[in-house]
């Protein structure tokens, strides 16, 4: 006799169906998010570089076999992973939505990069070619739309790896590079478990490739050349900001008079002997948020702050004009005895945030816009400034996630780097300045150092303020919100690195290769289909026909 099932067994199975069903639906949209948030992991606060390899592995993996729709929402899902909690900061100054906003158009980049590694993944050599679209992707997201945005790449979550000496042989693509086949291998690695040969190879090559770096030697040693000394001794000045309370005006004076004070408790203790006396002095960009070349009283300020201390201050400023509709964000020069002399302007400006495309369009969409009431208007020239016996690289705030920048000014005759910025709007009171974008400025701004064999002296209104030596460790530091000064000497360095002698070529070359590579694929797939053919009409004769 035949056994019936009860309902009670039926029920069981057919919830246990149910939940696997459910968990095989959800396990590729599970991992490609994974993946996501493992790379972002990499960068501060965490600082786990080794998981953006998972996560170029797990994407990598959760991509093959998957169609076009399921790719490019695995795309999707991967990068709002990374660009959801690596930009949270945006929410602090510029709302929910600024930062919504950011995170969707840049993981947009991602359901492009899925797209293309899902057909890739299809040929023998794809490890390669998987590589070189990662750098292709970076390529083109750090230069569209409106300049693009250099943040968030593979190579920036790299500053405590050892495949950031490859910063000074080809720059942050060779790292980003790096990075990708990295996790490429490691895919293979996983996908070749079965065969014992196969895997040892991918083991072995992961190893060397990961460990190779370490033997390209990052100098630290300063360099003297026709007369010009070969170290010098810089001075951080981080004044810090208030808060709130004050009128418009009266909190960008008050700025500029905290940095005066910090200016002359730096003053006073040299005099005591307990720092020695700076070549030079920076402040950090936005120091003074009125025109000191127009205004008076601002002015007066930083001529007493230079005659404190008796040397040149590097002051960061806005600028008015051109015109009345503009202003500038400027480096000046200023001289204990002549005033304000040489200027940089900055070149890579912030959508949305120095700037408004589509003004009046934004400003009907979202009131908030009307704070920004004035654009500021881009610097043409690079950031090389003369201070004495002294020539540095200036960059002003974000500009130190741009390589073009960067490299235009150290080729300029820099020997040493200096980053002005202003991060006070990206932080709370109570951080530990260790997570956020002043953290990921940070690990930026030590990777440009190896990649120039510069020394980096970082001056930021609120902190982190940081010394950086040319290999990448960061030598002194400060907290947020706190007034504080760093004065140290540094080396000052003319030999370029091969990164900045052979400039943007690697870039151009790894990603026109991983373009050329994918048009190899889609060109090999469309051959190998076979061709479409129409089939006669069938007849049916007469004697099959059923009588």
């Known amino acids: 006799m035949a056994l019936v099932a009860s309902p009670v067994v039926k029920t069981d199975r057919l919830r246990h169906r149910l939940r696997r069903d459910a968990a095989r639906a959800l396990a590729r949209p599970g991992c490609a998010l994974a993946a996501g948030v493992a790379i972002w992991a990499s960068f501060p606060p965490l600082s786990l570089w080794p998981l953006a390899i998972c996560g170029v592995a797990g994407l990598t993996l959760t991509l093959r076999g998957s169609s076009k729709r399921v790719a490019a929402g695995l795309g999707m899902l991967a990068g709002l992973g990374l660009w959801v909690p690596l930009m949270s900061f945006l929410r602090l100054s510029f709302g929910f939505e600024a930062w919504a906003a950011v995170a969707v158009i840049e993981s947009l980049w991602f359901l492009g990069l899925a797209l293309a590694l899902r057909v890739v993944l299809r040929a023998r050599w794809w490890p390669l070619t998987s590589s070189l679209l990662w750098v292709g992707q970076e390529f083109l997201r750090d230069r569209w739309p409106f300049g693009g945005l250099p943040w968030g790449r593979l190579a920036f979550g790299q500053a405590g790896s050892p495949l950031v000496h490859l910063a000074a042989v080809a720059g942050a693509p060779l790292v980003s590079f790096a990075v990708a086949l990295s996790g490429a291998a490691l895919a293979w690695v996983l996908l070749a478990r079965r065969r014992r ?86 402040w950090p960009e936005n120091a003074s948020d009125l025109d000191p070349t127009t205004d008076p009283i601002a002015r007066a300020v930083i001529d007493s702050a230079a005659a404190a201390v008796r040397v040149p201050i590097l002051v960061g400023a806005v600028l008015d004009g051109p015109g009345p509709s503009h202003v500038r964000n400027a480096a000046i020069v200023w001289s204990p005895t002549t005033g304000p002399g040489q200027t940089y302007v900055k070149r890579h400006l912030v959508p949305f945030g120095e700037y408004l495309p589509w003004r009046s369009l934004l400003l009907k969409l979202n009131g908030k816009f009307s704070l920004i009431s004035k654009d500021f208007a881009a610097g043409h020239a690079a950031g090389t400034l003369h201070i004495g016996a002294i020539t540095v690289a200036d960059t002003i705030c974000f500009e130190i996630a741009d390589d073009t920048v960067v490299r235009q000014a150290v080729t300029g005759g820099g020997r040493l780097l200096v980053v002005q910025t202003n991060n006070a709007d990206y932080e709370r009171k109570g951080d530990s300045g260790n997570g956020g974008e002043t953290a990921q400025q940070l690990d930026i701004a030590r990777l440009r150092a190896v990649e120039s064999g510069r020394a980096v002296v970082v001056a930021a209104t609120s902190g982190v303020s940081a010394m950086i030596s040319p290999d990448g460790k960061v030598l002194a530091r400060t907290g947020v919100f706190t007034p504080a000064i760093l004065d140290l000497r540094l080396p000052l360095r003319d030999p370029l690195t091969i990164a900045d002698r052979v400039g943007a070529w690697p870039e151009w070359v790894l990603s026109a290769a991983g373009l050329l590579g994918l048009g190899i694929v889609v060109a090999a797939g469309r051959r190998k289909r076979p061709p479409v053919t129409l089939k006669p009409e069938s007849r049916v004769e007469p004697s099959a026909v059923a009588s």
């Open 197 to 282: 040969r196969g895997a040892a190879a991918a083991i072995v090559g992961l190893a060397a490739l990961l460990a190779g770096p370490l033997a390209i030697q990052l100098p630290t040693a300063g360099t003297s050349r026709h007369g010009a000394p070969s170290s010098t001794v810089v001075a951080a000045v981080q004044g810090n900001v208030p808060r709130l309370g004050l009128a418009e005006f009266a909190q960008k004076r008050a700025v500029t008079e905290y940095h005066l004070a910090e200016t002359r408790v730096l003053a006073a203790a040299v005099a005591a002997g307990r720092l020695p006396r700076p070549d030079l002095v920076i």
